[in-house]
């Protein structure tokens, strides 16, 4: 668990999760409204070095960022206005899932299915403060490295 206290400290520590992501992984953020997902999708995706600006996909539902330095592109998904597992299915992430990171806001209870391996993010505010608490869970082999116990930082490498 990580207590980050300012939306630039939720860049940096997602600019700092980015270092550690390749093509493949899934992402799936939790959190309440104004939580900071869109924030930690802006900083994963400097860490990425991939075109923006990043803004929240609410009303697009997805957007694809190509890397601008070979790297894999950002796919951004915001799954808040989507009715269930059909509507996800009609997006076809899976089509792109291997070469990409693919960060999906509100996507807890519907994308799981996409990949065995993923890390579940939550992010809740700290009450009557901007503070925001990260919490990380690795789910599969591919987060078996330190990431299931919520560390206060990714890990290193």
């Given at each position: 668990?990580?207590?980050?206290?300012?939306?630039?400290?939720?860049?940096?520590?997602?600019?700092?999760?980015?270092?550690?992501?390749?093509?493949?992984?899934?992402?799936?953020?939790?959190?309440?409204?104004?939580?900071?997902?869109?924030?930690?999708?802006?900083?994963?995706?400097?860490?990425?070095?991939?075109?923006?600006?990043?803004?929240?996909?609410?009303?697009?539902?997805?957007?694809?960022?190509?890397?601008?330095?070979?790297?894999?592109?950002?796919?951004?998904?915001?799954?808040?206005?989507?009715?269930?597992d059909l509507e996800v299915d009609d997006l076809d992430l899976d089509a792109s899932l291997e070469d990409s990171v693919t960060v999906v806001e509100w996507g807890e209870g519907l994308v799981e299915g996409l990949a065995e391996d993923r890390l579940e993010i939550h992010i809740d505010r700290e009450a009557g403060d901007e503070a925001r608490i990260v919490t990380l869970r690795g789910v599969g082999s591919r987060w078996s490295d330190g990431w299931s116990d919520t560390p206060s930082d990714p890990p290193e490498e």
């Open positions: 668990m990580t207590r980050l206290a300012t939306p630039e400290d939720m860049r940096a520590y997602g600019a700092r999760l980015a270092a550690r992501l390749r093509p493949g992984d899934l992402l799936v953020l939790s959190g309440p409204l104004g939580a900071g997902k869109t924030t930690l999708v802006q900083g994963i995706a400097e860490g990425l070095k991939v075109r923006g600006p990043i803004t929240s996909p609410t009303f697009v539902i997805a957007r694809v960022h190509p890397s601008l330095r070979q790297g894999p592109p950002l796919v951004h998904v915001d799954a808040y206005r989507l009715g269930g």
